[in-house]
């Protein structure tokens, strides 16, 4: 496994619904994974990462020498998001959806006016539809990269 890498794991308890519902980061000092407790806190890590790296004494209480509080095995699905994805945009929610075999994922982001974009050509049209978010976001505050999924742990979804 590379180091300093950001995850975000699918829990094995809600594979049916194939969201992305449990959050996790790998200290780039000792390489352990820290639960991460919201995805807000996660997006904020992931998005400064390249400047700012995670380390396990950004969380309270927690250093390198206490045990890893999750291991990357294939009791669940792990996708590894690509570092300094920008955060989500105020109001917007961004999803990643994993297919129905477990081996790829899709990035969509919710609008505050209830409306789904799918890919980046999205984002103009929607602009041009409603401009009152122009001055909010821009094109560049979005990204549909998917994660990773990690081949030895897309398999835990076939024995539940």
């Not at 974009?117 to 549909?144: A, H, M, N, Q």
């Amino acid at each position: 496994m590379e180091k300093d890498q950001h995850s975000n794991c699918k829990s094995e308890s809600k594979i049916g619904s194939n969201y992305v519902n449990l959050w996790s980061a790998q200290c780039g000092e000792c390489f352990k994974w820290r639960l991460i407790p919201t995805e807000e806190e996660f997006e904020n890590i992931r998005s400064k990462f390249t400047e700012d790296p995670f380390v396990c004494s950004k969380i309270p209480n927690i250093c390198c020498n206490d045990p890893a509080e999750i291991e990357c095995d294939n009791t669940r699905i792990w996708a590894i998001h690509k570092p300094n994805t920008p955060k989500t945009p105020t109001g917007f929610k961004r999803r990643v959806k994993l297919r129905k075999q477990f081996n790829r994922a899709d990035c969509y982001y919710d609008t505050p006016n209830g409306k789904i974009l799918r890919s980046i050509t999205d984002v103009p049209k929607f602009l041009d539809k409603y401009p009152e978010y122009k001055k909010k976001v821009s094109v560049e505050d979005f990204c549909f990269s998917i994660p990773k999924i990690m081949g030895s742990t897309r398999y835990a979804a076939k024995k539940v």
